[in-house]
């Protein structure tokens, strides 16, 4: 009888925990939907995405999204374009070279590496990688996307490790064994055995990295500044979808104001773009099963 108390206030308390979150999520998509729905009858929707100027909070305001959102990839394609070279690296020689000894001591680096506060990257890039930046390119601007992106891709290189290292070690041993058999070089099994057979994983972590830079808010704030501008070179700097949060966020706008509303339909299209990312993400796994 107690026993099935005890099981009962458990599936009640997790009933409720399910509740809370499932709420929570729906609630937070109202508020940004409302409150995006009240700015679109303001600005016109067409010109919200496809205007290339962004200054909300200056006269003649402009709301064309194209720069935070250029920014925004800008960052997430130069950071994976370095981090995944170097992450798939380290998953490679954790799964098939390192010893135990190495791996006992690499695998807990990385998560130190992973947990380092934002901001510290961020001081990190303004303060070290810009100033080696300016002796290789002297034209570089103080606050950078080079330098955001760099930073951006050390944080996120942990995330791409312990997930292509976890793809790799959950094939199955048949797979390098019978390499081996048929007398191929351990490269030659990581390169057309493994790394293929796992490659809808390594697909997802690549994603799931590329939605953790996109959201990364701090350490970009500090390194790549906070200017609004469409264009493709890393050199100069440039504004983020999340900067512009921290910086709407200051409470300088009068709430009500069409420059506040922003703050709510910029949210909402971080949210989607996020959301896209991680759906295409599960897409790589169960497409593959």
Same mark, same amino acid.
């Given at each position: 009888?107690?026993?099935? /108390? ?6 009640? /308390? ?15 998509? *109202? ?25 909300? !909070?200056? /006269? ?5 999204? !194209? ?13 994976? $374009?370095?981090? +995944?070279? &170097? ?6 020689? =954790? ?17 130190? !590496?992973? #947990? ?5 990257? #961020?001081?990190? #890039? ?6 080696? =930046? ?11 996307? +080079? ?9 996120? =290189?942990?995330? $791409? ?32 055995? %493994? %790394? ?11 994603? +799931? ?12 704030? /500090?390194?790549? #500044?906070?200017?609004?501008? %469409? ?12 900067? *512009? ?14 420059? *506040?509303?922003? +703050?709510?339909?910029?949210?909402? =299209?971080?949210?989607?773009?996020? %959301?896209?990312?991680?759906? &295409?993400?599960?897409? &790589? ?5």
């Amino acid at each position: 009888m107690r026993a099935k /108390l005890i099981d009962k206030i458990i599936h009640i /308390l997790l009933l409720v925990c399910v509740s809370v979150s499932l709420l929570t999520t729906i609630i937070v998509i *109202y508020i940004l939907l409302k409150e995006s729905f009240v700015f679109f009858q303001s600005v016109s929707f067409i010109s919200f995405f496809t205007g290339t100027q962004w200054h909300p !909070l200056l /006269l003649p305001r402009a709301f064309g999204v !194209l720069p935070l959102v250029g920014g925004s990839l800008m960052i997430v394609f130069f950071s994976i $374009i370095i981090a +995944l070279p &170097f992450g798939l690296l380290v998953a490679i020689y =954790l799964n098939s070279y390192a010893k135990a000894s190495v791996c006992t001591v690499v695998k807990p680096v990385l998560e130190v !590496l992973g #947990g380092i506060p934002t901001i510290v990257y #961020g001081y990190f #890039g303004l303060n070290f990688v810009t100033p080696m =930046l300016k002796h290789i390119f002297p034209s570089i601007q103080v606050f950078n996307a +080079l330098s955001a992106s760099i930073v951006v891709s050390m944080m996120i =290189l942990p995330i $791409i490790a312990s997930l292509c290292d976890d793809a790799l070690a959950a094939l199955p041993d048949k797979l390098k064994y019978g390499g081996y058999a048929l007398g191929a070089m351990p490269s030659e099994v990581m390169m057309y055995i %493994l %790394l293929p057979a796992a490659r809808s994983r390594v697909g997802a972590a690549v994603v +799931l990295a590329m939605s953790r830079a996109i959201g990364e808010t701090m350490a970009v704030t /500090l390194a790549a #500044g906070a200017t609004p501008t %469409l264009t493709w070179n890393p050199l100069k700097s440039i504004q983020t979808i999340t900067s *512009y949060i921290v910086q709407i966020s200051s409470g300088n706008v009068a709430m009500g104001d069409v420059a *506040y509303k922003t +703050l709510f339909v910029i949210a909402a =299209l971080l949210f989607c773009i996020t %959301l896209t990312m991680n759906m &295409f993400s599960n897409h &790589f796994l169960i497409g593959r099963k």
